[in-house]
Antibody
């Protein structure tokens, strides 16, 4: 069965960076794109960006452009989300979500369990 | 960016009641709309894609309709396990955007 398992909770100081991983299993890793979506406490869902797991192409929300990098390691079937210049407003649960398409964006059919990132001095 | 406006933001209904949630897009998105259910402390779960298509194993009491800018999500007979927040999501244009969510409670 398809599983997306994310790395554990992180506590970071303002100005630091965080790298969250998402290990996929149960399907051919390069056959589906992957997204990152975040959710601040008590708030809604916010799309951050996308990676084509096959060729590594990426797209980012303009809001995070320059601060976020999404990469993948095909040998480890893992996608990473690196967010730099953290502020308290980046405190949120970060989800990886698999797209049903290999390339492009459609719907998110499987999600990771979420990783809480807390930014606090 | 395409704005997705959901209403109501919350509602309370009795078991067995019908529940309707609307989602309005700020521009025409064809049928490029999905609906997700998120229970407290959990990841969202896909219920409806392409505005009206059921994801596998989703109970038939959930349904979606609409095209263009106005979309409807309906629970035909509310069950206790339907307590959750529901989000619409457009995939027509980047950046992908979500509605603000509708929290459904049981009276």
């Amino acid at each position: 069965q398809v599983q997306l398992v994310q790395s554990g909770a992180e506590v970071k100081k303002p100005g630091a960076s965080v790298k969250v991983s998402c290990k996929a299993s149960g399907y051919t890793f390069s056959s589906n794109a992957m997204h990152w979506v975040r959710q601040a406490p008590g708030q809604g869902l916010e799309w951050m960006g996308w990676i084509d797991a096959g060729n590594g192409n990426t797209k980012y929300s303009q809001k995070f452009q320059g601060r976020v990098t999404i990469t993948r390691d095909t040998s480890a079937s893992t996608v990473y989300m690196d967010l730099r210049g953290l502020t308290s407003e980046d405190t949120a649960v970060y989800f990886c979500a698999r797209d049903s398409l290999r390339s492009g964006w459609y719907h998110f059919d499987y999600w990771g369990q979420g990783t809480l990132v807390t930014v606090s001095s | 960016d395409i704005q997705m406006t959901q209403s109501p933001s919350s509602l309370s209904a009795s078991v067995g009641d019908g529940v309707t949630i609307t989602c309005q897009a700020s521009q025409d998105i064809s049928n490029h709309l999905n609906w997700y259910q998120q229970k407290p402390g959990k990841a969202p779960k896909l219920l409806i894609y392409d505005a009206s298509n059921f994801e596998a194993r989703v109970p038939s009491r959930f349904s979606g309709s609409g095209y263009g800018t106005l979309f409807i999500f309906r629970i035909s007979s509310l069950q206790p396990e339907d307590v959750a927040t529901y989000y619409c999501h457009q995939y027509d244009t980047l950046p992908l955007t979500f509605g603000g969510g509708t929290t459904v409670e049981v009276k």
